[in-house]
């Protein structure tokens, strides 16, 4: 695995020699370019806040400060590129903002758009360049007739200097880029689960109770008519039989449907009577223990009824085990749940049980997946969520 350590490692420079490199030769391109650069960022910078401040009274002021700090973005960006060309700095590139639409209206994306930190921290990075242009000017540019001798040793420490500050004033927020990307991620993970349920439930709907329903209709169709032409009461009595066990199956197949999508069990008595319905549909016998001061909020509880059904799934399908125990508890702000087999175990994060599936589902809700399966010594699942309370209603 790459760190960012190895990185940095990477983007050092050749060591330092006497004759000129070509590392050296961009180097010293870097330092002469910074004066014109730094002049031009230095007075875009203070116009811009300087204007945007004296505006700020006005109705037009916030928004155009939130428009020249995208803009410093921007002029970001370049000098981002220009250390990348230049002296090898690699630096990622900060997630965008999102715009207005994105960001649930105007008045939010102008709040987060003059909070930006990115767009901050490239405003000082224009500040402070200015006299720093200036230094590195003179002396590259005198040192290429004064202190040839010496001038890759002296460039090497200024376009140190130089990476620094890139690394330091324009590299984004690792830890808030960090939480960003993995936000998105889960988001995906959302949207995608979203989608395959609906398809689940599309499909469970067409092959199974729409299915018999059909089959229903037309049965009493021709019951209809045997009895309206009186031609065989006993045949119409026999289809009339056989519709009413479609109509059972048919409202059975709902049930399990309705059950699957979140069952009423849960909603009226809460995990304990629901976790202890599913355990007496596993095929083993499973010990059931829940012991929560209170009922967590909806979306929680919800996750953790789906998470151990489906392990009760694996456990009656894979594991072949003799019995099985459920535990949930709640520890500070998580809710923890335990589910143990006693089976041959041997699972894995891959192996078709859908244990990778529960782990993006519980991390896109900054939750926690852990599985333990040695080859013949059992499988045990720890799951942790965070804990939210339940919002009353009414």
């Known amino acids: 695995m790459t760190t960012s350590q190895d990185i940095r490692d990477n983007d050092r420079p050749p060591p330092v020699r006497a004759v000129f490199s070509a590392v050296t030769w961009k180097e010293i391109a870097y330092l002469v370019s910074n004066l014109p650069l730094a002049i031009i960022g230095f007075v875009y910078t203070v116009v811009m806040v300087a204007g945007t401040g004296a505006l700020s009274v006005t109705a037009v002021g916030l928004p155009l400060l939130a428009c020249g700090l995208f803009l410093s973005r921007q002029w970001g960006r370049l000098d981002r590129a220009r250390a990348r060309a230049l ?214 509880e919800g996750i953790a009824y789906f998470v151990v059904s489906e392990l009760l799934q694996n456990v009656s399908k894979h594991a072949g085990a003799r019995g099985a125990s459920v535990e949930v508890w709640r520890a500070g702000a998580r809710l923890l749940i335990r589910v143990s087999d006693d089976g041959r175990g041997g699972a894995r994060m891959s192996g078709g049980t859908g244990m990778s599936g529960l782990a993006e589902r519980l991390g896109a809700v900054d939750g926690v997946f852990v599985l333990d399966s040695p ?20």
């Open 375 to 394: 080859e013949g010594e059992g499988t045990v699942v720890t799951a942790e969520l965070p804990w939210r309370d339940r919002v009353a209603v009414g």
């Open 87 to 300: 002296l090898g700095v690699r630096v990622d590139e900060p997630t965008p903002l999102p715009g207005p639409g994105r960001a649930g209206g105007f008045f939010p994306w102008l709040w987060t758009s003059i909070k930006d930190p990115v767009a901050w921290r490239t405003v000082l990075y224009q500040l402070v360049r200015l006299p720093w242009g200036v230094l590195t000017f003179t002396v590259a540019l005198t040192g290429l007739f004064v202190l040839w001798p010496v001038l890759p040793y002296v460039v090497r420490l200024l376009a140190n200097a130089d990476r620094a500050m890139v690394r330091g004033l324009l590299s984004p927020s690792d830890e808030l880029e960090r939480r960003i990307a993995e936000l998105e991620s889960d988001r995906g993970v959302v949207v995608d689960t979203a989608a395959a349920d609906l398809r689940r439930i599309e499909r469970d709907l067409h092959d199974g109770a729409q299915a018999r329903l059909v089959a229903l209709a037309m049965g009493l169709g021709l019951a209809k008519e045997k009895l309206l032409e009186d031609q065989d009461p006993e045949g119409a009595a026999a289809m009339v039989d056989e519709a009413h066990g479609e109509v059972k199956l048919a409202l059975q197949e709902l049930r399990d449907l309705a059950r699957g999508i979140h069952p009423a069990v849960l909603t009226d008595r809460g995990l304990d009577a629901a976790l202890s319905s599913v355990a007496s549909r596993c095929v083993v016998p499973v010990k059931v223990a829940v012991d929560l001061p209170a009922r967590p909020a909806e979306a929680i």
